[in-house]
C-alpha cells in the first residue's frame, strides 16, 4: 500500500484545525476559563467579606460570653437601660425660640 505524499500533511492540518476549534470553541476553551477565573476571583472576594464578619460575630459572642461589662455597654447604648438608682439627664441645646418663665424670649436677648 502507497501512501499518497499529499495525504499525510492534509490530515495534520485537518487535526490541527479540530484541535484549534476546541480550543477556542469547544469546552474548556479560553474564553470559558477567563470567564471561571473572573467568577472564582469574585467569589473569593465574597467569601473573604463572608470570613471577616463571621470573625467580628464570633468575636462580639465570645465577649458577650466571658464579660458583663459588654453585656452593659450593649444594653446603655442600644437598649437605652439604666442601673438601679441611676438618673438619666439630657441637655438640650439652646435655641433662639426659647421660653423663659412661661413666655416667649425677646429675639434681641
Same mark, same amino acid.
Given at each position: ?9 492534509? $490530515? &495534520? ?5 479540530? @484541535? ?9 476553551? =479560553?474564553? #470559558? ?8 476571583? $469574585? &467569589? ?5 467579606? @463572608? ?9 462580639? =459572642?465570645? #465577649? ?8 452593659? $455597654? ?36
Amino acid at each position: 500500500m502507497k501512501i499518497r505524499p499529499y495525504l499525510v500533511p492534509v $490530515t &495534520l492540518a485537518l487535526l490541527l484545525l479540530v @484541535l484549534q476549534g476546541q480550543l477556542w470553541f469547544g469546552r474548556g476553551s =479560553v474564553p #470559558d476559563v477567563k470567564q471561571l477565573r473572573d467568577k472564582l476571583a $469574585t &467569589l473569593e472576594a465574597e467569601n473573604a467579606e @463572608l470570613k471577616r464578619r463571621n470573625e467580628q460575630i464570633a468575636n462580639e =459572642v465570645r #465577649d458577650l460570653q466571658e464579660g458583663l461589662e459588654v453585656i452593659e $455597654t450593649y444594653a446603655r447604648k442600644e437598649l437605652g437601660m439604666l442601673k438601679n438608682n441611676e438618673i438619666f439627664v439630657q441637655y438640650a441645646k439652646p435655641n433662639a425660640k426659647a421660653v423663659t418663665n412661661g413666655k416667649p424670649a425677646a429675639a434681641g436677648q
